[in-house]
T-cell receptor, first 115, second 110 residues
Framework: GAVVSQHPSWVICKSGTSVKIECRSLDFQATTMFWYRQFPKQSLMLMATSNEGSKATYEQGVEKDKFLINHASLTLSTLTVTSAHPEDSSFYICSARPGSNTEAFFGQGTRLTVV | AQSVTQPDIHITVSEGASLELRCNYSYGATPYLFWYVQSPGQGLQLLLK??????LVQGIKGFEAEFKRSQSSFNLRKPSVHWSDAAEYFC????????FGKGTMLLVSP
């Protein structure tokens, strides 16, 4: 199946700093990628839809100035958590689809810990 | 709005026994349905999916699921569980964006 790579796998940062997470589709192009967040022992919640060449679409309750999404190419989307706080600590997962009628492939996730 | 319900938060099954994980969904049109598995600290791995056609879907690792439109269900089954199957299982519905259930943690006892 198609491969989506997410980097880094884990990151620890200090409060107030910013962290960038990359999501790459390795063997296909994706005009749309998706960012999810998973709290401990919870399900995945869609944060935003990343659109290549245009602004991301954020779900209700997600701060767009807090979670900056850039989809600069057909194979790369980035999520930047700005001015991170401990409550931003979570597991962030991206996904991408090769086509409109295919399943989404997920990255391995990024464990963010803000101290 | 679409939604997914996984009624069981956790299930314990003896190794070698059969398994069924329940999933009920709410969706406005013909649903695209998925089952994913997640090991601790890992991403999601697709077990199987239903888009259309045969309502009994075969997946990887010996898993299967049956789409029952009348019951709005897509239950996951495996005839004989292995210890390596212990993980969290998520049912999801959607097309471009996915809505996930809260997950069912599977524990496998010796």
């Amino acid at each position: 199946g198609a491969v989506v790579s997410q980097h880094p796998s884990w990151v620890i940062c200090k409060s107030g700093t910013s962290v960038k997470i990359e999501c790459r589709s390795l063997d296909f192009q994706a005009t749309t990628m998706f960012w999810y967040r998973q709290f401990p022992k919870q399900s995945l919640m869609l944060m935003a839809t990343s659109n290549e060449g245009s602004k991301a679409t954020y779900e209700q309750g997600v701060e767009k100035d807090k979670f900056l999404i850039n989809h600069a190419s057909l194979t790369l989307s980035t999520l930047t958590v700005t001015s991170a706080h401990p409550e931003d600590s979570s597991f962030y997962i991206c996904s991408a689809r090769p086509g409109s009628n295919t399943e989404a492939f997920f990255g391995q996730g990024t464990r963010l810990t803000v101290v | 709005a679409q939604s997914v319900t996984q009624p069981d938060i956790h299930i314990t099954v003896s190794e070698g026994a059969s398994l069924e994980l329940r999933c009920n969904y709410s969706y406005g049109a013909t649903p695209y349905l998925f089952w994913y598995v997640q090991s601790p600290g890992q991403g999601l791995q697709l077990l199987l999916k239903y888009f259309s056609g045969d309502t009994l879907v075969q997946g990887i690792k010996g898993f299967e699921a049956e789409f029952k439109r009348s019951q709005s269900s897509f239950n996951l089954r495996k005839p004989s569980v292995h210890w390596s199957d212990a993980a969290e299982y998520f049912c999801a519905v959607g097309d471009s964006t996915l809505t996930f259930g809260k997950g069912t943690m599977l524990l496998v006892s010796p």
